[in-house]
Each structure stands twice: as C-alpha cells, then as structure tokens.
T-cell receptor, first 114, second 113 residues
C-alpha cells in the first residue's frame, strides 16, 4: 500500500460526458502528479501540483484540468470525453517539489469511454 | 529532449532463468535520475530503485541487480533465478530536476513455471 488513494477505481461513461478523478496523497507529501497510461501512448505525464500551485505541465489536453486543494488532495477533471480518453489514470505523490526522489503511485482510476 | 527506450516489448522465460531488461536513455542534463518501476497484473506501479547520474555503482538487492553505465547511457535491470511472481510490466524512467518522470514503453516479462 503506497498510501496514495484514488477514487473511483473504475468508471464507465459515454462520449461527451465529464468526469472527475480524485486523489489523496500520502500524508506529508506536498506534490501530486497525474499520469495517463494508454496502450498507444504508454505512461504520459499530465501535470504536477506542489502545495496547491501548478508546478509542471506535460501532455495534458485543454479538455482536461486539475487542481490541488488546501488539504492537498487533487482532482483531475476530464470533459467532452472521447473514446481515446479511455485509459488508466494514475496519481502519484512525493514530498519533494521536484521528482528527484521516489514517487508513490496510487492504484489508478480506469476510465472507459463508450 | 529526454527519452527512454526499452527495446524489448515482451520477454518470456522459464522459472529460475536469469533475465536482463534493457533501458537506454537520452538527456542533455548532467544531473538526472533513473528509476525502475514494476507494474504487476493488479495494475499499481511499484518503485524498485532510483539512481542519480553521479552514482555509477551497480546495486544488488536480493535477486535484483542494476547496471548503470553512463558511457552507453544504459541502466539495465537483471533478475536472477526468476520466479513466477516476477511476471509484470517493468518500466524504466528518467527525471531531471524539472519535476517529471519520463517513462519508457515498458517490457512485459512473463515467467513460466
């Protein structure tokens, strides 16, 4: 158990819909990272927040947004969903502002868009 | 640009065989970090090891060992006397001080009894 909690574990929705994925980092970790894992793209970095502020941005679509709240939990919002958004979405956390150390990954949220 | 290449997409071995997973990386940074993660069939990503660019010492942890060679930009992972429980997808990853992990495409290891 990494200490990172992601909900929901599984989500099935239709194209055009909007979903929110939630992540609670390990106690004491200030950084939260979101990654997308799909068959064709592999593991792709989406975005990082550190202590409530956006720290780094990767290949995140404009239809996607994220935020980190004062209690350090984070949410990833995916809107106008397309079939290609079906993937496993991981949240990870670390105590560092930069990922020079180990990242602790949650079990992922598997999104299926029909 | 940073890049991680795991040329072996799938490897299949029989239990007790030794197996080496290859990882080649590209970066222009002088300070960087290399990682291996394991993704078992249950799906979670499990951290195995971190190496910084200034530490080329090889490391052994039980049946696992890692060979870091800056001269060839490689960070290979060897499992000795493989077991069925080692079956998983293994990812090599690279990070500089910019904050994000760049993952390779992964190598799916299947260990058959």
């Amino acid at each position: 158990d990494s200490g990172v909690t992601q909900t929901p574990k599984h989500l099935i929705t239709a194209t055009g819909q909007r979903v929110t994925l939630r992540c609670s980092p390990r106690s004491g970790d200030l950084s939260v990272y979101w990654y997308q894992q799909s068959l064709d793209q592999g593991l792709q970095f989406l975005i990082q927040y550190y202590n409530g502020e956006e720290r780094a941005k990767g290949n995140i679509l404009e239809r996607f947004s994220a935020q980190q709240f004062p209690d350090l939990h984070s949410e990833l919002n995916l809107s106008s969903l397309e079939l290609g958004d079906s993937a496993l979405y991981f949240c990870a956390s670390s105590v560092d502002r930069v990922s020079t150390g180990e990242l602790f990954f949650g079990e992922g949220s598997r999104l299926t868009v029909l | 640009a940073q890049k991680v290449t795991q040329a072996q997409t799938e490897i299949s071995v029989v239990e007790k065989e030794d197996v080496t997973l290859d990882c080649v990386y590209e970066t222009r940074d002088t300070t960087y970090y290399l990682f291996w993660y394991k993704q078992p069939p249950s799906g979670e990503l499990v951290f195995l090891i971190r190496r910084n660019s200034f530490d080329e010492q090889n490391e052994i942890s039980g049946r696992y060992s890692w060979n870091f060679q800056k001269s060839t930009s490689s960070f290979n992972f060897t499992i000795t006397a493989s077991q069925v429980v080692d079956s998983a997808v293994y990812f090599c990853a690279l990070s500089n001080q910019g904050g994000k992990l760049i993952f390779g495409q992964g190598t799916e290891l299947s260990v058959k009894p």
